[in-house]
């Protein structure tokens, strides 16, 4: 079974700290996705990264950075968190392949609260 | 820009109706279709994925309809339990592009 994992499922952060929020896979995908969920809006793609050290703005990059070291992490980062930021991260990961497009495993979730 | 809407945003039906879930979208230009449930707090789980060239897709009590050319799809439920209470997103992959455009879900609860 694919497993996602988050580094954290609950975090509380102060206005203007700088926060890294982390995920794994451990399939060996190629792809790898954060989103922000929020009530009304729902999932957005913040970034994407399709190999190592390669990154890819998605709909709502700004105030956030990532970071791809390594094939299996991939880091979410908030250099200065601010109240807005509130909300739930979800990572996902994905391997490419015929017929495969779309197909993304999620982990379970960070619920990030700024305060 | 592709957008997906989901209608009605909450639904509460009957413990063992049968239910049917509506997504529609403004681009029929997709690779495929998902269905996903998402659990209270919790992340998401693939339900059914359409090809653009498929039709239908069945998994037990599920069946997912995809109509490309109006831009629609429904996820059908078979008489629903109290463990189907979750949330329903849908989402779409365009064609030669890895990302997903999610619509904002339907929350469902089937009432005992």
């Known amino acids: 079974d694919v497993k996602v994992t988050q580094s954290s499922r609950y975090l509380v952060k102060r206005t203007g700290e700088k926060v890294f929020l982390e995920c794994v896979q451990d399939m060996d995908h190629e792809n790898m996705f954060w989103y922000r969920q929020d009530p009304g809006l729902g999932l957005r793609l913040i970034y994407f990264?399709?190999?190592?050290?390669?990154?890819e703005k998605g709909d709502i990059p700004e105030g956030y950075s990532v970071s791809r070291e390594k094939k299996e992490r991939f880091s979410l980062i908030l250099e200065s968190a601010s109240t807005n930021q509130t909300s739930m991260y979800l990572c996902?990961?994905?391997?490419?392949?015929?017929?495969?497009?779309?197909?993304?495993?999620f982990g379970p979730g960070t619920r990030l609260l700024v305060l | 820009k592709q957008e997906v809407t989901q209608i009605p945003a909450a639904l509460s039906v009957p413990e063992g109706e049968n239910l049917v879930l509506n997504c529609s979208f403004t681009?029929?230009?997709?690779?495929?279709l998902q269905w996903f449930r998402q659990d209270p707090g919790k992340g998401l789980t693939s339900l059914l994925l359409i090809q653009s060239s498929q039709r239908e897709q069945t998994s037990g009590r599920l069946n997912a309809s995809l109509d490309k050319s109006s831009g629609r799809s429904t996820l059908y439920i078979a008489a629903s339990q109290p463990g189907d209470s979750a949330t329903y997103l849908c989402a779409v992959t365009p064609s030669g592009n890895e990302k997903l455009t999610f619509g904002t879900g339907t929350r469902l609860t089937i009432i005992p």
């Open positions: 681009d029929s230009a997709i690779y495929n």
């Open positions: 990264s399709y190999d190592v050290k390669m990154k």
């Open positions: 996902a990961s994905s391997p490419i392949g015929p017929g495969l497009a779309g197909v993304q495993y």
